[in-house]
């Protein structure tokens, strides 16, 4: 795929986890493609570089959130963010991938011509916000699934009334100080669960209010097993055997949540009462839903318990009503005093990082598209995308996906195809649509659903956020399944087909 200079054989657009691990992947495997990063912000990092809120970390493992091919070597499985910056640092500069990466190069718009079999990028760069373009042959977007210019608030009544700070965890401010305060933190979530532990060994009370309970389970935030294989193995091999158990662990929990869901509910919940008590746990950590319906939250070594007993920290279960000049009026009558209140309300999920994709001249819908594989859109040529897992670590899929990838670009240099585009086949065409990720009832999913692309009744045209069947989808079925269409310049009929068959 090698040319002309100004034009890049594969453009990656997102220097975070995903980003950092596509580059790395493509450098080994694909070395004869030249290659380019393009990240928006004047840092690496992504998701682990834009949150700076107290306690910021990771709640999966870092066995599996972590590289498969770079061991993740810190004490603490459950690592704070400093932490996972620090690694992806070292990625960069172990793997020789920083030379790639163009920081303050934000990409706003990718228009692709059939003609040329070129992708042409909008460029915003620096400071000053400078317009420039980039061609390449290839897109490979790693760009997350959230806006980064602002996080979910919801509208809450008497916002203007209130005398103290309010402040959401996407933008937190370098000079808050909550010593000594008075802290109302409004979530249930991943990010409320590590704000109010981390906020409460200073502040004078954190209350964290919720609208209705989450499912919460204690882990320690170092491995027992991967202690013991590190003083018995090489740290490679340690952690790889950490890495597959937590894999086979974690598949066989969710496997079990789909099966026997009331089973085990109770087990979380007796967990969490032999933790806080049967009071507590009954009214603010029994959800109405079942295991894995919405993500479970971690709490290494149960510190959201530890707060809670200490009397540190306190939880709420009630609608807001309004905010007042000194806190939050809930619907229960029960009002919240605070100085500070955190809107950990959660994300605004994008497509493709926002990005307007045009092809031969038409703004891409992708509400009305297909999801290929869980990578690719029907009608979209040249182009893969990585949504990583939401009942597992991102990271386990984005891996697959650049191996996907490899193995898609290798495919088309070996038949000589510039253009690949995934393709609705007859029996396609009149596919029953269903949501872009099935049976998960997380509010920032449920209000992006719409704006999402739909997944089919059949393979290819499903999402399977289940690490099992992408090994097998991703990793193992012929590149050339009849739905990827593969061409040569000059041929824009989308029936134009290089190969049929296996591949």
């Not at 996972?84 to 991938?97: G, K």
């Not at 991703?474 to 029936?495: E, T, W, Y």
Request: proline share 5%.
């Amino acid at each position: 795929m090698s040319g002309a200079r100004d034009v890049v054989d594969v453009a990656i657009i997102g220097a975070g986890l995903s980003g950092i691990g596509a580059a790395v992947h493509l450098s080994k495997s694909c070395p004869d493609h030249s290659l380019i990063v393009f990240e928006g912000r004047s840092e690496l990092g992504g998701t682990w570089d834009l949150f700076r809120y107290p306690g910021i970390r990771s709640d999966s493992d870092m066995h599996t959130l972590g590289y498969a091919f770079k061991p993740w070597r810190h004490k603490k499985s459950i690592a704070d963010g400093p932490s996972i910056l620090d690694y992806l640092r070292e990625t960069v500069v172990e793997f020789d991938i920083d030379r790639l990466i163009r920081y303050e190069h934000m990409v706003t718009r990718a228009e692709w011509s059939s003609e040329t079999a070129l992708w042409t990028l909008a460029l915003s760069v620096g400071g000053k916000k400078e317009v420039r373009t980039q061609q390449c042959r290839f897109l490979y977007v790693c760009a997350g699934y959230y806006s980064y210019e602002m996080g979910h608030t919801p509208e809450f009544e008497g916002r203007e009334d209130f005398e103290g700070r309010i402040v959401h965890p996407q933008d937190w401010p370098s000079n808050l100080d909550h010593t000594g305060k008075s802290v109302a933190v409004i979530g249930s979530g991943a990010t409320a669960m590590t704000l109010v532990p981390a906020m409460a060994r200073t502040a004078e009370h954190v209350t964290m209010i919720q609208r209705s309970p989450t499912y919460v389970v204690s882990m320690p935030d170092e491995d027992p097993l991967e202690k013991r294989l590190r003083r018995l193995l090489p740290d490679d091999a340690a952690y790889r055997l950490t890495r597959w158990k937590n894999i086979l662990r974690d598949q066989a929990m969710y496997r079990t949540t789909r099966s026997h869901p009331d089973r085990v509910r109770s087990e979380l919940v007796d967990r969490v009462r032999e933790a806080v008590g049967e009071e507590i746990a009954r009214e603010h950590f029994t959800p109405s839903y079942d295991p894995w319906d919405q993500r479970l939250c971690v709490l290494p070594n149960g510190d959201l318990f530890d707060v809670i007993n200490s009397g540190a920290a306190s939880v709420v279960t009630s609608g807001i009503d309004r905010f007042s000049s000194s806190g939050v009026r809930l619907e229960s009558g029960e009002h919240v005093e605070a100085d500070i209140i955190v809107t950990a309300t959660g994300l605004e999920l994008v497509t493709l990082g926002g990005i307007t994709v045009v092809v031969d001249g038409s703004v891409v819908d992708f509400s009305r598209t297909f999801t290929y594989r869980g990578v690719g859109y029907s009608g979209v040529p040249n182009l893969v995308s990585t949504f990583g897992y939401l009942y597992a670590s991102w990271t386990l899929r984005s891996d697959m996906v650049s191996r996907y990838t490899c193995r898609l670009l290798t495919a088309m240099q070996s038949m000589g195809a510039d253009t690949c585009v995934p393709t609705l086949r007859n029996e396609d065409v009149n596919m029953r649509e269903r949501p872009f990720v099935d049976e998960f009832s997380s509010g920032y999913i449920t209000r992006a659903a719409p704006g999402l692309p739909k997944q089919g009744e059949r393979e290819p045209w499903l999402n399977h956020q289940h690490y099992r069947h992408d090994r097998r989808s991703l990793l193992r079925r012929p590149i050339a399944d009849g739905a990827m269409r593969f061409r040569r310049s000059g041929q824009v009929n989308p029936s134009d087909n290089l190969l049929q068959g296996s591949g």
